[in-house]
């Protein structure tokens, strides 16, 4: 199995950074994608931010050129860094990496145990 742990959360004042980080346990065999997640009370999880195996990114529009998603492969590591926060990027945000365990194995999304966000000031 494959835990992700997640760091970085806390309360920030309207505009300010935070910077989150994932690391797992475990690499995987081979990985298709690794990314970052929010829920906020009342709503759906959506997506914020991916980086996919080729290297290339996708941001949800709410915070194309605030957040920039990154990785480090060898620490197992995926980061989230965050500018300009708004009050409405208060949210518990979630580690997600998809991939393939071991060869032969089928893709499964690992998810992890989630960061709050809190934009207030």
């Known amino acids: 199995q494959v835990q992700l742990v997640e760091s970085g959360g806390g309360l920030v004042q309207p505009g300010g950074s935070l910077r989150l980080s994932c690391a797992a346990s475990r690499k995987l065999f081979s990985t298709n994608a690794m990314g970052w997640y929010r829920q906020a009370p009342g709503k759906q999880r959506e997506l914020v931010a991916v980086i996919i195996s080729g290297g290339s990114t996708n941001y949800a529009d709410s915070v194309k050129g605030r957040f920039t998603i990154s990785r480090d492969n060898a620490k197992n590591t995926v980061y989230l860094q965050m500018n300009s926060l708004k009050p409405e990027d208060t949210a518990v945000y979630y580690c997600?990496?998809?991939?393939?365990?071991?060869?032969?194995?089928?893709?499964?999304?690992?998810w992890g145990q989630g960061t709050q966000v809190t934009v207030s000031s």
């Open positions: 997600n990496v998809r991939g393939w365990l071991v060869p032969g194995s089928q893709i499964t999304d690992y």
